[in-house]
């Protein structure tokens, strides 16, 4: 985005958080408190160099964290088979709640009594 601050336009590329985006910037020299359009080209191919030798982003980490993923489920670890059935993977309770990872609930039907 052009109109923010250039540390928090770095936030907007997927593996580049608030802390990573300062620790670029610092290290490239910029100003963060800068807008985005006020960048010039020279620092606009700077920083991106920066983030494409030091730091997995967008395509290429989304595909390691996929790969993660399936290693995970090839070797039927816990995660791997809670990842499997779209259940919480990290501990969390599915008695209440949990309805990101579960989808919409799933009402029962109860057995009608036959007289």
Do not use: C, M, W
Request: overall charge positive; aromatic content about 4%.
């Amino acid at each position: 985005p052009d109109k923010k601050r250039t540390v928090i336009s770095l936030t907007y590329i997927y593996g580049v958080g608030l802390h990573t985006a300062k620790k670029i910037l610092a290290e490239t020299g910029i100003n963060p408190d800068r807008r985005a359009f006020e960048l010039s080209e020279a620092d606009i191919s700077k920083l991106a160099q920066h983030i494409q030798t030091n730091y997995p982003v967008e395509g290429d980490l989304r595909r390691e964290v996929q790969n993660n993923i399936k290693r995970l489920i090839s070797i039927k670890s816990y995660r791997g088979d809670r990842h499997r059935k779209g259940l919480p993977v990290r501990g969390q309770r599915t008695r209440t709640n949990a309805r990101t990872r579960k989808g919409k609930p799933k009402t029962v039907q109860t057995k009608k009594k036959t007289t």
